[in-house]
């Protein structure tokens, strides 16, 4: 790990990281196994990353009713998705990093429609150089692809770039690139083997914003 190099580039994941959305995402999925006697608790956000086919499963005791569930899920989300607000500080950081030259980008495991969405409702989507959408490539986090995808758009190498998120599997594919990654913990409990592989845990998305600035030696 490079420790304390300048980055040319941040990668961020979006939901827990730049928006809001963790309490929605929650009751989404909720809404969706209700019915077959699931019962998500916020452990679950430690493996999200991919699309729900990956995660629904393992709240399902019958794995024939998984596609109502799919449904449920996104219908639940599509008639909430208004609620989701960006997190406090999130276009004063990115216009920071903006003014320093600094790249940034998207690593998340939302589909490419919603995700396009809420960039644009919430005039984000002209801060980043390239987002990589769960719909976008065969892989999923914590398989690092993805990740290599963007710093091969941006002309980054892993030492240059920082990622942020709040998922066990964002530790484990910015590791997997050679990436310096920040974990915000949500009021969760961190494995001890994520901790140990992660640059820095924060408690909150404001507390990663700030350590970001002071790693490009900002320090307001």
């Not at 644009?120 to 719909?135: A, P």
């Not at 924060?202 to 990663?208: F, G, L, Q, Y």
Request: charged share 25%; with cysteine; net charge negative.
């Amino acid at each position: 790990m490079s420790g304390d190099a300048v980055p040319r580039a941040v990668v961020f994941d979006l939901d827990g990281t730049l928006i809001d959305s963790l309490a929605l995402v929650l009751a989404a999925i909720a809404h969706a196994v209700e019915p077959f006697g699931g019962r998500p608790t916020k452990d679950i956000f430690a493996s999200l990353g991919g699309p729900p086919e990956r995660f629904l499963p393992a709240l399902i005791s019958d794995l024939r009713h998984l596609p109502v569930a799919i449904e449920r899920m996104d219908s639940f989300h599509r008639q909430n998705t208004h609620l989701i607000r960006p997190f406090e500080g999130v276009a004063i950081l990115l216009g920071k990093l903006r003014a320093q030259n600094v790249q940034t980008a998207i690593w998340t495991g939302r589909d490419r429609t919603s995700a396009d969405w809420l960039l644009r409702e919430h005039d984000l989507e002209d801060y980043f150089s390239t987002v990589v959408c769960g719909d976008d490539l065969p892989t999923h986090k914590p398989d690092p692809e993805g990740l290599r995808e963007i710093m091969r758009r941006l002309g980054v190498g892993p030492k240059e770039t920082l990622f942020v998120g709040d998922a066990d599997v964002d530790v484990l594919g910015g590791v997997a690139c050679g990436v310096d990654t920040i974990l915000i913990h949500n009021d969760r409990t961190i494995e001890a083997h994520i901790s140990s592989q992660s640059w820095q845990i924060v408690a909150s998305p404001v507390e990663a914003f700030a350590a970001v600035l002071k790693r490009l030696g900002r320090r307001e």
